[in-house]
T-cell receptor, first 114, second 111 residues
Framework: DTGVSQDPRHKITKRGQNVTFRCDPI?????LYWYRQTLGQGPEFLTY????????KSRLLSDRFSAERPKGSFSTLEIQRTEQGDSAMYLC????????????FGQGTRLTVV | GENVEQHPSTLSVQEGDSAVIKCTYS??????FPWYKQELGKRPQLIID?????GEKKDQRIAVTLNKTAKHFSLHITETQPEDSAVYFC??????????FGRGTSLIVHP
């Protein structure tokens, strides 16, 4: 599968612990997005990168969340001091800068905070 | 994008019937409107999209219409089949290049 890949697929962590997720976008895609999805809801925007630059962050994003894309390729999303309310599916998507700008999603990382 | 409203939240049809899902948006700069299908436990996948310079687009049993003046767009599925059962999301993208999604419509096609 040469699409967007995310790791891990599932993560169970205790409240208060830190977690980090990884996203590998499609190689020629400059844009990378992180979304959060809870049951019965649509994907909720978290943050957006164009190459290595983080251009947008959701106003709803707690300061416990941080994301990086150091070389403009893979990205990591870290959640510090996890809370039960952080339990969700974290989706990564990538797209081209121009031409066909369809966003392709990864399989997601399902986080459960106990 | 700013805000996308999607209706209905649940849609139940008999196999062979048509299904229509509607979305409205508020950002005048929106110019790209994709629709995604998400099956249980799987990633959202694009099924059709439309750009603001087009009023309608069709791909086999699926069509999308766009009314930029009224700021609404719709997904139409004809001759529904049980494998069409899934959650469908509309989205819009404007000058920020960030897709904003609706809350989803759970489509159930009864055989």
């Amino acid at each position: 599968d040469t699409g967007v890949s995310q790791d891990p697929r599932h993560k169970i962590t205790k409240r208060g612990q830190n977690v980090t997720f990884r996203c590998d976008p499609i190689s020629e895609h400059n844009r990378l997005y992180w979304y959060r999805q809870t049951l019965g809801q649509g994907p909720e925007f978290l943050t957006y990168f164009q190459n290595e630059a983080q251009l947008e962050k959701s106003r709803l994003l707690s300061d416990r969340f941080s994301a990086e894309r150091p070389k403009g390729s893979f990205s990591t999303l870290e959640i510090q001091r996890t809370e039960q309310g952080d339990s969700a599916m974290y989706l990564c998507a990538s797209s081209r800068l121009s031409g066909n700008t369809e966003a392709f999603f990864g399989q997601g990382t399902r986080l459960t905070v106990v | 994008g700013e805000n996308v409203e999607q209706h209905p939240s649940t849609l139940s049809v008999q196999e062979g019937d048509s299904a229509v899902i509607k979305c409205t948006y508020s950002d005048s700069a929106s110019n790209y409107f994709p629709w995604y299908k998400q099956e249980l436990g799987k990633r959202p996948q694009l099924i059709i999209d439309i750009r603001s310079n087009v009023g309608e687009k069709k791909d086999q049993r699926i069509a999308v219409t766009l009314n930029k003046t009224a700021k609404h767009f719709s997904l139409h599925i004809t001759e529904t089949q049980p494998e069409d059962s899934a959650v469908y999301f509309c989205a819009e993208t404007g000058g920020s290049y960030i897709p904003t999604f609706g809350r989803g419509t759970s489509l159930i096609v009864h055989p």
